[in-house]
Every structure is written in C-alpha cells, then in structure tokens.
C-alpha cells in the first residue's frame, strides 16, 4: 500500500476466505472470556485457559463471528466509509474483536500489521464520537493511539483519514519525532478526537502543556512488542499513568513475551483476547526459502537473484544500518534502483524512499527490521 492510501480489498478478501471455516458463515456466540480465528485442525496453537491469578496464555475457543460489517451496527457516515474503502469483508481481526470493544470491554490481541487491526481498533473509537457528539475542549485528546516508529504513526493516521471521511466534525493530527514542532503545538491546543503518537515526541508536549491526556476515552497501544524492543516500555507507564481509570484499552502485539504480558496485566481490566496467529498468516500468504551463502558472495548473489524480472518489488532486509546503505549503494553502482530506509535517515527522506518503492519507481527497498516494521506495501514479489 501506498504510504498515504489506505484502501486495501483484494488481499483480504483471499486472506479471509482461507482462514475462516466454511460453516463460520452463521453468526456464532463467542467465549465470553476470548475468540480467536480459524478452524481447529489448522491451528497448532489452539490452547485451553487455564485458571490462573497471574498473566494467562493467549487462547481461544470459539470461531469467528462476522462475516459483513452490518452485524456491528455503525453509524451511517462510517458505514459509507467502509464502502468507499472497499472493505466488504471484516478480516479475522476485525470480526472476533469489533463486537466487544463498543461494549467497553478492553482488548488484548496477538495480531500483526496487515492483518486490519489498525480498522479493528479505530472503528469502535469513530462509532463512540459518531453515537456521543463529543468534542473535546481545547488541548484535550479524546483517543490516543501510541505506536512504535513514525511510519507507522503516519499509516495509521491515514486509515483515521479514511475511515474520518465522512465525519467531517473530527478532529485529528499525528505527533512524531524528527519533524518540527510547531504545527502539532497548533493541532493539539484546538483539542483533539483522536491523535496518533509516538511516545518520545508526545512526552515532550504534555510536559510543556500542549496536551492534555486526562479526558482520554480509548487508549491503544499498537505493536506493543515492538515498543519493548526499541526501550518505549517507560515511556508508556508513564504516559498510561496520566490517563483517566475510566478509560478503554487495547493492547497489540504481534508477539507476547513475558514483558508484554506483564504489560498488559498492569493495563488492562479483564481484556477481552484475541489470538490471531502470525505464523497462520504468514503461512498462508507467502512462500519461504531459504539459502545459505558465505558472506562474501551475499551481494553478488542478490544482484543473480535480482536479474529475474519477476522479482519487480523487492525488500531486502539487513541487520545494520550501515549494511543497508552498503547494499543499496552496490546495487545501485550495478544499476539496479533501490532506495534505503533505516533509523539514521531524516524522516522525509524515508517517507520518499517509501513513496518511490511503492509506486515502482524503484526496484528494491533495503531496510534494516526496526525501520521496516509496520510498513504496508502492496504487490511485494519478493
Ligand atoms: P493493517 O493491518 O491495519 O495495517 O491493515 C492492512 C491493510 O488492510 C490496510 O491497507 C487496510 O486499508 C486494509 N484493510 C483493513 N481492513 C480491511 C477490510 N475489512 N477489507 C479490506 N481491506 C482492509
């Protein structure tokens, strides 16, 4: 997907049609305590909750519950929406965990980007301003959505456009690091619904008063493993320390180490859980190979790789920083476009490395994991 575009049909529809069951087309009560997606036999990871005081395993009884989005009942300019958007079909994420949140349950859910969890969480936030009216007053942010790197701020952002559309009295920015101040300062003090926010840059407002994060109804926190890893765990105690008791909260992740377990056990109230596994998407969608080469002939084996023209939109992913500039100078020396993207990189110079990969102006994007999580490109060949 076009870093901007946020309108994705075509995928979805193949994804769920293979994860759900042919008899989940009935509406089906789930677990009170949990859902999860997909047909038993296919699930390796299909486990029973055990009775326990301490953080519990992510499981999952009962199949998925929805297979259209008029059995949520939203409001008729988010409905139009969805429609513009093309999303017919609720994704697995989507139907398990789009009935319990507007019933102001909290949410735990094991789901990754790509899976329409970004929807997941926004469409019962916009139906909550839809049903009530609210406004907030001046500084006030009604819905926080915290999210690890700015990429991913700034695609989630897109999807609030989107799915805001038609809800034309919303109000909504995004606060990040790396870009001037000056107009979040302006966004926040007229109040907000809804901002999407990097933890740093956020702190920074709040303790010098641009925001206030008390009347925060709904708070997400998104790719929360991916918070741990790049050391934002502090950070979101203490942001959550500001918020009000009365809040929602919903917690991703597309992992669950013992970290985020504990995480989540300090911030949510009774989730609701959602165990959407990774490995099944990844399974169903994309082949893997593996090839083991000495180091020295890596590069030169990707350039043989490259001379494939099937191979049109192509991520290579390196450890370091220094090795995806590496890699992309060589292959650009070979004459094979690529662009770089890492944490080093000015963010408008990453916003335009995404931009001419996505549109194919450029064969290879070169990324090292951090920089690259939560990117949302279609059509990648390789
Ligand atoms: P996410 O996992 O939230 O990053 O979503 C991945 C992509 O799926 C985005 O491009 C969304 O626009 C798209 N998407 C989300 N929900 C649906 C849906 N129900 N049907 C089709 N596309 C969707």
């Not at 395993?57 to 988010?78: D, I, M, R, V, W």
């Not at 301003?129 to 500084?139: L, M």
């Not at 933890?199 to 010098?208: N, Q």
């Amino acid at each position: 997907m076009a870093l901007g575009s946020s309108c994705h049909i075509k995928r979805f529809a193949k994804q769920t049609r293979s994860t759900l069951h042919p008899d989940q087309s009935e509406q089906t009560r789930p677990h009170p305590e949990s859902a999860g997606v997909g047909h038993g036999t296919r699930h390796r990871n299909i486990r029973r909750k055990t009775p326990s005081a301490g953080p519990e395993p992510l499981g999952f009884y009962f199949p998925l519950t929805q297979n259209n989005f008029e059995a949520f009942g939203f409001a008729e300019p988010l409905v139009r929406a969805l429609d513009q958007c093309g999303y017919q079909v609720p994704t697995p994420i989507q139907a398990s965990s789009l009935r319990p949140q507007p019933d102001g349950r909290d949410l735990l859910a094991l789901a990754e980007t790509g899976s329409g969890k970004t929807a997941a969480f926004l469409l019962p936030i916009l139906q909550d301003f839809a049903a009530s009216g609210i406004q907030p007053g001046p500084r006030e942010v009604l819905a926080l959505v915290l999210a690890p790197t700015r990429e991913l701020a700034l695609q989630i952002d897109q999807e609030v456009a989107s799915l805001t559309r038609n809800l034309h009295t919303i109000r909504r920015s995004v606060v990040l690091g790396g870009v001037s101040k000056g107009p979040q300062i302006n966004a926040l003090k007229r109040g907000l619904h809804i901002l999407v926010a990097t933890p740093g840059r956020l702190l920074d407002h709040v303790s010098e008063r641009h925001a206030d994060l008390r009347p925060v109804r709904t708070f997400v926190l998104d790719e929360a493993d991916r918070m741990f890893d790049m050391g934002f765990i502090r950070d979101i105690r203490k942001i959550a320390s500001m918020l009000s008791h009365k809040r929602r909260t919903a917690m991703f992740s597309a992992t669950m180490p013992a970290e985020i377990r504990t995480l989540a056990n300090e911030l949510l109230n009774d989730p609701f859980r959602v165990d959407l596994s990774p490995k099944q998407v990844v399974v169903d969608r994309i082949d893997q190979k593996m090839m083991i080469v000495p180091a020295a002939q890596k590069q030169g084996r990707l350039h043989k790789l490259l001379q494939d023209v099937s191979w049109s939109r192509v991520i290579v992913f390196t450890r370091t920083k220094r090795g995806a500039d590496r890699v992309t100078d060589r292959l650009t020396m070979a004459g094979i476009g690529a662009v770089a993207i890492h944490g080093n990189k000015a963010q408008n110079a990453r916003q335009r490395a995404l931009k001419d990969f996505s549109l194919g102006h450029v064969r290879v994007l070169v990324a090292t994991d951090i920089a690259a999580r939560g990117i949302d490109v279609s059509d990648v060949t390789h």
